[in-house]
Structures are given as C-alpha cells and as structure tokens.
C-alpha cells in the first residue's frame, strides 16, 4: 500500500521546511510528498525543490480546496493523506495511518489522527479556547476507536486525515469555499451521507500544528467561518450549520456588544464562546449581504 501526502502552501516557506523534513524522515512505508503551492511570493519554490523527493506543483492563487484536488490528481498512491503546511509530524505517523488502513482495507474507512499545537509555539488563552470548545478540534469528544456518532463528518479535519484514493475520487472538495472554514466537513458529509464513509480515530498519528493564533485573529476567523458556514448552508440544506429560531435569538442576545464587556470579566473562555458567536453571525450577514 502506497500514501500520497498532500500538501497545499502559501507563503509559509521557511515553516513548509520543517514539515517536510519531518515527513521525509518517516520509515517503514511507501509514500510520496506532493506539494501544491497555491500562488506563494516568497521562497517557497527555492525552499521545496531542495527536497529532490518531493513533487512541487505551482499554480496560481485560488484557494486551498483547489490545491488539494490538484494534488490528488497527481497522485499514484492508494491512500490519501492530507496535512497542512504547518503540520508537523511524529516519527511514525505514516505508519499509524497506513497500519489502520492495512487493518480496515474498506474503501468507505478515513483514518483520522490527533492535532496538537506545536509545544514550540506560544500557545496562547484563546489558542487553547479553540483546542478544547471545539471550534477548531474536537478531540477530546472522540475515543481511540469507531466513532459511532450520527454525524462523524463533523471529524474530517484535513490537518491529519487519510482515505482511499478512489473513495476520494467520488467526491472531491468542492472548489466555491472562498473563506476559511467548512469545506473539509462539507466533503465529509458527502462521503458520509453518499458513500458511508466511517471515520476510525488513531491518536497515535501524531501531528503538531505550529500556528500562533492571538486573540486578536478571532474577529477575521469566525467572520470567515461564518462566511463559509452559509455556503455550507446554501450547499447542503438538510444540516443545519448556522444557527436558527430560538437558539439564534438566544445566541445573538447573548454575544451583542453590550452583553460581550460583561462576559469578559465572568472570564476568558465564556467570552471566547460568546465573542465566537458574535463574530460568526455577523460573517453569516456580511456574506447574505
């Protein structure tokens, strides 16, 4: 069994780096490195084909769904991987990955590994907030096995996910995301709801997320996830992703700029959640405008 690891890049060349190296030094497995840089500025070409062993794919800037689709085309694996650029991987998470789908050979299995942020990095209040709220991972809802929810797409986090090449080639992203957010769970629903995907959780698949997120990101964040989350909406009504009726009334009252000073005081987490919600909201209304 051959894995192709998939990666789309923008402008993040010295960090690309590091993943690569850390990828390159797995063993044990048959794999690829292909790398899709989604119209980079600055070094990120020179940087890349100093790896002899990787695939460099330039192309101009449109989004990441397109990258990553352009990856899997050229791909010649059996198994898909997914990370991010600034993903950073254990010793043996190729061989976590491909052992589970050695283990589990049916094409509707995704093997999902566990996220952290990178101990490097200084991880922040707010950091934290997205790792344990879920509004960035939802880890520490799922057990080392089956996860036998109604809705496991909710799961498909394209930061260290594998599936079978040809279960991939049913559906593929869906390239009109222009915002960040959603488009990795709008194709999980596809799989799951067209082709019964399971998703089997292997927290042994370790990677690092060496990202700094500061407070001050979680306006443009959650703007944008709500931006993506209407598209999500307008794509598969029969979820409901935003919001509506009471619950909407209820959060909106909540998190208006009046009741946000108060919460702030109460503590950081719950204005977090609040500010979170303010935010999405007011994407979800940009964007209909």
Request: glycine share 6%; with cysteine.
């Amino acid at each position: 069994m051959k894995l192709s690891v998939i990666i789309p890049t923008y402008n993040r060349a010295d960090t690309l780096k590091v993943c690569l190296q850390k990828l390159l030094a797995q063993q044990g497995v048959d794999f690829e490195v292909i790398v899709v840089d989604d119209g980079s500025t600055d070094h990120t070409e020179r940087i890349v084909k100093k790896f002899a062993e990787v695939r460099y794919i330039k192309q101009k800037s449109t989004h990441q769904a397109v990258a990553r689709n352009r990856g899997v085309e050229e791909a010649s694996g059996d198994v898909i991987v997914f990370i991010g650029d600034d993903i950073f991987v254990e010793p043996e998470f190729l061989m976590k990955h491909h052992d589970r789908h050695a283990e589990n050979p049916d094409e509707n299995v995704v093997v999902l590994g566990f996220t952290t942020w990178d101990p490097e990095v200084k991880i922040t209040h707010y950091m934290r907030f997205l790792e344990d709220s879920g509004w960035q991972f939802g880890y520490k809802f799922l057990h080392p096995k089956f996860i036998g929810r109604l809705d496991p797409y909710k799961f498909f986090y394209t930061s260290n996910i594998s599936l079978k090449k040809t279960l991939f080639d049913k559906e593929k992203f869906n390239e009109h995301f222009l915002y960040y957010g959603w488009e990795d769970i709008e194709l999980g629903y596809r799989l799951w709801k067209h082709h019964s995907m399971e998703i089997y959780y292997e927290p042994n698949a370790i990677a690092y997320h060496h990202h700094h997120i500061p407070e001050s990101g979680l306006q443009n964040k959650m703007r944008n996830v709500g931006r993506s989350a209407l598209h999500f909406h307008r794509l598969q009504p029969d979820i409901r992703v935003i919001p509506m009726g009471l619950k909407a009334m209820v959060l909106k009252l909540a998190s208006n700029r009046y009741t946000l000073p108060l919460f702030r005081i109460l503590g950081k987490n719950i204005y977090y959640k609040f500010k979170s919600w303010h935010e999405f909201f007011n994407g979800v209304e940009e964007e209909i405008d």
